[in-house]
């Protein structure tokens, strides 16, 4: 069994950042990805980033490049995201999962474990 524990999300004006972080406990596996996404109520949970933990190879999606990253501490077995230049629009609640498989994927269905959230606010 894997636990993610969220963290560090808040209110921020925009044009403000915030940094949350992932930390992973249990079970480990050779090769897996770590992922961000977030949600609205109403809508479907929608890919923010993802990290390979052994390359540390990264992808974001197009709506927070040059303004998110993705990077982990493999002492720590914590994963971070860099939020900056946020926009109200990136108000949500922000999940950190893991893909055992480490396939690499966008999908939120392929991955097998998910943390709490945390909610992130950008005022206006």
């Known amino acids: 069994q894997v636990q993610l524990v969220e963290s560090g999300g808040g209110l921020v004006q925009a044009g403000g950042s915030l940094r949350l972080s992932c930390a992973a406990s249990?079970?480990?596996?050779?090769?897996?990805?770590m992922g961000w996404f977030r949600q609205v109520p109403g809508k479907e949970r929608e890919f923010v980033a993802l990290?390979?933990?052994?390359?540390?190879?990264?992808y974001s999606a197009a709506s927070v490049r040059g303004r998110f990253t993705i990077s982990r501490d493999n002492a720590k077995n914590t994963v971070y995201l860099q939020m900056n230049t946020l926009k109200p629009e990136d108000t949500a609640a922000y999940y950190c999962?893991?893909?055992?498989?480490?396939?690499?994927?966008?999908?939120?269905?392929?991955?097998?474990?998910w943390g709490q959230g945390t909610q992130v606010t950008v005022s206006s």
């Open positions: 249990g079970r480990t596996f050779s090769s897996y990805t």
């Open positions: 999962a893991l893909d055992r498989q480490g396939s690499g994927s966008r999908l939120a269905a392929l991955y097998d474990y």
């Open positions: 990290i390979n933990w052994s390359s540390g190879s990264t």
